[in-house]
RNA sequence: GCCGGCUUAGCUCAGCUGGUAGAGCACCUGAUUUGUAAUCAGGGGGUCGGGGGUUCGAAUCCCUCAGCCGGCACCA
C-alpha cells in the first residue's frame, strides 16, 4: 500500500501501482474526464502511469497553467503525424516544446512552404477530432532501433544511438502513429483542442550544429483557448507594430542601404537621440571614471597578443597597407585601453582604476545575422575596463551592478535578471584561475540577489563565458515582456598578464592587475533599437529627438509661433515650428504620427491671450496655459532622470527638499503596452 | 555562413498562364486662411535590385551576384 495526499490535504491509502486514472475515476467520473495528466510531487505524468511511491498527487485539467507544456508537446506530435501522412517518406527527428508554442524538426528533400500549412493544420484537426489516447508503451532499445531502421527514420536511430545500451526507450502512441518520446503527455489527442496554429518554416541545423544537415523546421503555438492564442497572436502584431526598423523609417531616425550592410546611417532625428542617450551615461560615469579613446586601427600584433586574432580572426575587419603591415579595424576596446594603462608605471595607489570609453567598434559578423540595429557591423560600445586588485574586485562588480541596475531603472526597466556565464570548452588560462574566478563572481551573485530584496533574479548559464573568463550578463524585460541581454560584466585574469601589464603594490613589488571589462547599454546601437520598440516610438520627453512642435491655425498665428519656439529653444527644448498652409487638424494627424510628444496649437485666441493649447501624443485633449507655464513644466518633464535625482539631492541638503510628487501635464509620458 | 522567401515610384502594394508598367499616400504647382488625426484641383516621378541567358518579345521563365525578411548557426 502506499500514502497519497490530495490538494485538499487528505491522505488515502491505494494498492502499489494504481494509477491516477483509476483514482480519478474512483472519485468521479467527471474528474477522470476532464483530467488530462497528474502531477506527483509537482511533477507532471501521464495519467495512466502506474503510481509506486507516497507522494502528493493532483490532477490536472486543460485549464491549468502546468497542462500548457503538455498541449504544446502533444501538438507537435500531431504536427508531426499529419506531416508524415500528407508526405509519406518525411523523416521525423525532434519537436520539443519552446517559450510560445513548439516546433518539430522534419527532413526531406523538399523543404515545406506556409502555402503547405492549411492541408497540414486540416489534418491535424482531422487527427485532434479522432481524439485517438496517447499509449505509453516501454521497448528495448534494440526492438526501437531495428523499428526506426525499418521504416527508414535515421536521425531516430541516431537519437536512440545516445540511449545507453540496455536502456528500456518510451514510445508514445496515438492511433496508428507512434513516436520516441520521454514525455509525459495528456491523455489523447482531443485534448489538444483546437486553439493551435501553425507559424513559419526555417532551416535548422540537426542537433544545433552547423555542420550537420539542415532540417526543415515548422514553428507552431497552441493554446488552452481561443481567446489566449488570439492574445497571443495580437501581440506578435503588436511586436510587429513596433519594430524598430519601421519606427526608424517613420520617425525619420536612420537608415541602412546595399553598400553598406549591417552599417547605420543615422539621421538627424536619430543622432539626437544617440546624443542624448549618449550625454546621459557620460554623466552617470562622470564621478568615477575616466573617459579615454584608443585608436580605431592597430597593428595585427596586439591582436594576437589578445588572443582575438586566435579566435576572431575571420570575423574581424582587416587592412594591409603599402609597406605590406596588416592592421585590424578594432572589434573591441579592451587592448588599446591595457595599452593606456600601461603608459607610465602604476601604483596600487592609482587601483581601482576605471577606464571608459564609447567605443566605436567594427566586427565583420555573419551576414545572416545583421537584424536593424539589434546586429550590426559597426556600432558603439558603453565599454569600459576596471583595473583592479583581487582585493578590490567583489566591491567592483557590487559597483558596476548598481549603476547597471540604476541606469536600467531611469528608463523604466525593472524586471531584470543577473546571469552568471561559467567556462567555455574552448578558453585560456589555467583551471585554477577559473575556479577562482567563477568562487568570486558566485559570492558577488549571492550579493546581488540578496540586496536586491527579491527584485533581481539570478541565474547560471553554464559554459556560456567569454574565453578569457567569466562574466555577468544582465537581461531586462522590455514593455511586452520580450528579454533583452544588454549589461555585462567581465573579470579578465588573462588579458593584463598576455599584454604584461602590472602595478607595484605596497611592498614595491609588481604585481598583475584584474581587468574587469564592463557594458551597460552594451551597443549604443543596438540599445536605441531596444529603446524604440520598449517605448513603441513614444520616447520620454527627455529622450524625444524632437520634442515639441509648435503649429498654427492660420498665418495670423506665426509671428506668435515664432516667439513660442524661441522660448521653448530658449528652454533648452527641441522644437519645431509648422507654419504650413494647412488645416490643424491635418498638421495634428502628420505630427501624431511621427510621435512628437509635444503639440502646442497656437491661434489668434492663443495670440491674444499669452497662452498655448497642449496636445501630447496619444491623448486627444487639449489643455490652454499660460505660455510661460507651459514652459516650465516642459522643461521640468524634459530634464533627464539622472539630473533631477541630481537637483533633489541637492535640495534637500540645503534642507529645502524638492516635491517629489513628480509634475504632469494632461496626456503625460506612459510606456505604451501598459498604460490602460 | 546555412535553409526558405522576398526585391516594381520616397512609402505601402497591384500587375492573370511572357505581349515593353498601375493605385493610394508622399512630393511639386495652383486655389483655399482653415480651432485639434487626411481641403480641392492639376502635375512630375520607375531602364520593375545588378549582371547574364532563353524567346520575335521578359517585371513575368532560367542562371548568377547583392541586399532585405523569417529562422538556424555565430555573437570577443
Known amino acids: 500500500m502506499l500514502t497519497l495526499t490530495f490538494p485538499d490535504g487528505a491522505a488515502r491509502q491505494f494498492p502499489d501501482g494504481v494509477s491516477g486514472l483509476e483514482i480519478a475515476k474512483g472519485i468521479s467520473p467527471s474528474l477522470a474526464k476532464r483530467t488530462v495528466a497528474m502531477a506527483l510531487d509537482g511533477v507532471l505524468a501521464d495519467l495512466a502511469d502506474p503510481i509506486l511511491r507516497d507522494a502528493r498527487i493532483e490532477f490536472v485539467s486543460r485549464e491549468d497553467p502546468r497542462a500548457l507544456i503538455l498541449i504544446r508537446h502533444d501538438a507537435a506530435h500531431v504536427l508531426a503525424e499529419a506531416v508524415q501522412s500528407l508526405w509519406p517518406g518525411t523523416q521525423v527527428t525532434i519537436g520539443p516544446v519552446i517559450e510560445n508554442g513548439f516546433y518539430y524538426d522534419f527532413a526531406r528533400n523538399q523543404p515545406f512552404t506556409p502555402d503547405d500549412f492549411p492541408a497540414i493544420e486540416k489534418r491535424m484537426r482531422e487527427i485532434i477530432a479522432r481524439d485517438a489516447p496517447f499509449t505509453k508503451e516501454i521497448w528495448s532499445r534494440d526492438k526501437t532501433q531495428s523499428f526506426f531502421r525499418d521504416k527508414g527514420e535515421m536521425y531516430k536511430v541516431e537519437l536512440i544511438d545516445a540511449i545507453p545500451a540496455g536502456e528500456d526507450v518510451k514510445i508514445y502512441r496515438q492511433g496508428e502513429w507512434l513516436d520516441l518520446c520521454r514525455g509525459p503527455h495528456m491523455t489523447s489527442t482531443g485534448k489538444v483542442g483546437q486553439a493551435f496554429r501553425l507559424l513559419k518554416v526555417a532551416g535548422a541545423y540537426w542537433r544545433g550544429d552547423s555542420n550537420n544537415p539542415m532540417l526543415t523546421r515548422i514553428y507552431g503555438t497552441a493554446f488552452a483557448t481561443q481567446e489566449d492564442l488570439d492574445a497571443y497572436l495580437k501581440q506578435l502584431e503588436e511586436a510587429e507594430r513596433r519594430d524598430h526598423r519601421r519606427l526608424g523609417r517613420e520617425m525619420n531616425l536612420f537608415h541602412f542601404q546595399e553598400e553598406g550592410p549591417g552599417v547605420v546611417f543615422w539621421h538627424a532625428k536619430g543622432w539626437t537621440l544617440f546624443r542624448e542617450l549618449t550625454s546621459y551615461m557620460r554623466r552617470r560615469l562622470a564621478a568615477d571614471y575616466d573617459e579615454v579613446n584608443a585608436p580605431q586601427i592597430l597593428d595585427k600584433a596586439l591582436w594576437e597578443t589578445s588572443g582575438h586574432w586566435d579566435w576572431y580572426r575571420e570575423n574581424m575587419f582587416v587592412t594591409q597597407t603599402e609597406d605590406e603591415r596588416v592592421f585590424a579595424i578594432k572589434p573591441m576596446n579592451c587592448p588599446g585601453h591595457v595599452q593606456i594603462f600601461k603608459h607610465g608605471l602604476k601604483s596600487y595607489r592609482d587601483l581601482p582604476l576605471r577606464m571608459a570609453e564609447f567605443g566605436s567598434v567594427s566586427r565583420y559578423e555573419p551576414s545572416g545575422a545583421l537584424h536593424g540595429l539589434m546586429r550590426v557591423r559597426a556600432f558603439t560600445q558603453d565599454d569600459a575596463h576596471v583595473f583592479c586588485t583581487e582585493e578590490q574586485l567583489a566591491d567592483e562588480c557590487l559597483k558596476i551592478n548598481e549603476l547597471i541596475l540604476s541606469t536600467y531603472a531611469d528608463f523604466g526597466f525593472d524586471r531584470i535578471v543577473v546571469k552568471l556565464s561559467t567556462r567555455p570548452d574552448k578558453r585560456v588560462g589555467s583551471d585554477e584561475m577559473w575556479d577562482h574566478a567563477e568562487e568570486v563572481m558566485g559570492r558577488v551573485l549571492e550579493q546581488i540577489e540578496a540586496q536586491s530584496q527579491g527584485r533581481i533574479r539570478t541565474a547560471i548559464n553554464p559554459g556560456e563565458g567569454a574565453f578569457y573568463g567569466p562574466k555577468f550578463e544582465y537581461v531586462l524585460r522590455d514593455a511586452i515582456g520580450r528579454d533583452w541581454q544588454c549589461g555585462t560584466t567581465q573579470v579578465d585574469f588573462n588579458l593584463p598578464e598576455r599584454f604584461g601589464a602590472f602595478y607595484i603594490d605596497a611592498s614595491g613589488q609588481k604585481r598583475t592587475p584584474v581587468m574587469v571589462h564592463r557594458a551597460i547599454c ?100 487639449q489643455r490652454s496655459m499660460a505660455l510661460s507655464e507651459a514652459i516650465a513644466l516642459l522643461r521640468d518633464e524634459a530634464e533627464p532622470p539622472d539630473l533631477k535625482r541630481a537637483r533633489g539631492e541637492a535640495a534637500e541638503d540645503e534642507g529645502g527638499g524638492l516635491d517629489s510628487s513628480h509634475v504632469e501635464i494632461d496626456g503625460h509620458h506612459v510606456v505604451a503596452g501598459t498604460a490602460g
Do not use: C
Not at 544 to 569: C, F, H, N, S, W
Not at 577 to 588: A, C, H, W
Open 522 to 621: 552594451g551597443s549604443m546601437e543596438r540599445f536605441i533599437g531596444i529603446l524604440t520598440e520598449h517605448f513603441a516610438g513614444h520616447f520620454p520627453l527627455w529622450l524625444a529627438p524632437l520634442q515639441i512642435v509648435v503649429a498654427t491655425i492660420t498665418q495670423d498665428g506665426d509671428e506668435y509661433a515664432r516667439a513660442v519656439a524661441k522660448a521653448a529653444a530658449r528652454a533648452g527644448l527641441r522644437a519645431e515650428l509648422d507654419l504650413r498652409n494647412e488645416k490643424i487638424t491635418y498638421k495634428v494627424r502628420e505630427h501624431s504620427l511621427a510621435k512628437v510628444p509635444v503639440l502646442l496649437v497656437v491661434g489668434k485666441k492663443e495670440a491674444a491671450e499669452g497662452t498655448v493649447s497642449i496636445r501630447r501624443l496619444g491623448s486627444t485633449e
